[in-house]
């Protein structure tokens, strides 16, 4: 599976869209876009997925460049409840089950 | 509730005495797997299970055992303890189909002297 290139920590006033970017650009054209965080030490929560279409959910979007090289998580509105770190991952569906997460962006929202 | 649940949340021992941590999912879920997590490091996958009695190695599976012997229950052996194991370790389970999202346990932090 491809791997990924995150920075390593972000600032985001609270209220404010925080946008978060990763890089992947030895993704194969059937490797998903996943995205999770982990608040604390707790164990990470899946937010969002994607292939080649923008996502959104209740928690968040997902835009994948037209080359699938990068995405960027977006967060609406920010609130001190989302600081944590987030980690983007890319493999494959349904083979190649090994889970890459790599040291993820941490997430700092500011009041 | 769904969840997946692991013990124990928190142990401390000595190098060398063999120690298991277990992990269970009340989700019927296929698919298990075993993570370690270290400051600078992220988190890297131990062993994974795509059901029962099928496991398979992943990043890290040096000094660890798994089974699957049961859908619900996927315990990580320690035989031999090393300070080089002192860690936070996650079980996470999900549906089959890898683009499913996986439910994390709480964790286990585990000190080895």
């Known amino acids: 599976d491809a791997k990924t290139t995150q920075p390593t920590s972000m600032d985001c006033a609270e209220g404010r869209a925080a946008n978060l970017p990763c890089n992947h650009s030895?993704?194969?054209?059937?490797?998903?876009v996943y995205w999770y965080r982990q608040i604390h030490s707790q164990g990470p929560q899946y937010i969002i997925h994607?292939?080649?279409n923008n996502e959104t959910n209740e928690m968040a979007s997902l835009i994948i460049t037209e080359d699938r090289k990068s995405s960027t998580l977006i967060l609406p509105h920010a609130t001190l409840r989302d600081t944590a770190v987030y980690y983007c991952?890319?493999?494959?569906?349904?083979?190649?089950?090994?889970?890459?997460f790599g040291t993820g962006t941490s997430l700092t929202v500011i009041p | 509730e769904a969840q997946v649940t692991q013990n124990p949340r928190y142990l401390i021992t000595v190098t060398g005495k063999k120690l298991t941590v277990t992990c269970s999912q009340n989700?019927?879920?296929?698919?298990m797997s075993w993570y370690r997590q270290d400051p600078g490091l992220g988190l890297r996958q131990i062993y994974y299970?795509?059901?029962?009695?099928?496991?398979d190695k992943g990043d890290v599976p040096e000094g660890y055992k798994v089974s699957r012997k049961e859908k619900r229950n996927f315990p990580l052996i320690l035989e031999s303890p090393s300070p080089n194991q002192t860690s936070l370790y996650f079980c996470?389970?999900?549906?089959?189909?890898?683009?499913?999202?996986?439910?994390f346990g709480p964790g286990t932090r585990l000190t080895v002297t």
């Open positions: 996470a389970s999900s549906t089959a189909g890898a683009f499913r999202e996986q439910y």
């Open positions: 299970s795509m059901n029962v009695e099928v496991t």
């Open positions: 991952i890319v493999r494959v569906a349904g083979t190649g089950n090994q889970f890459y």
């Open positions: 994607g292939l080649k």
């Open positions: 989700m019927n879920h296929e698919y």
């Open positions: 030895t993704i194969s054209g059937n490797e998903y």
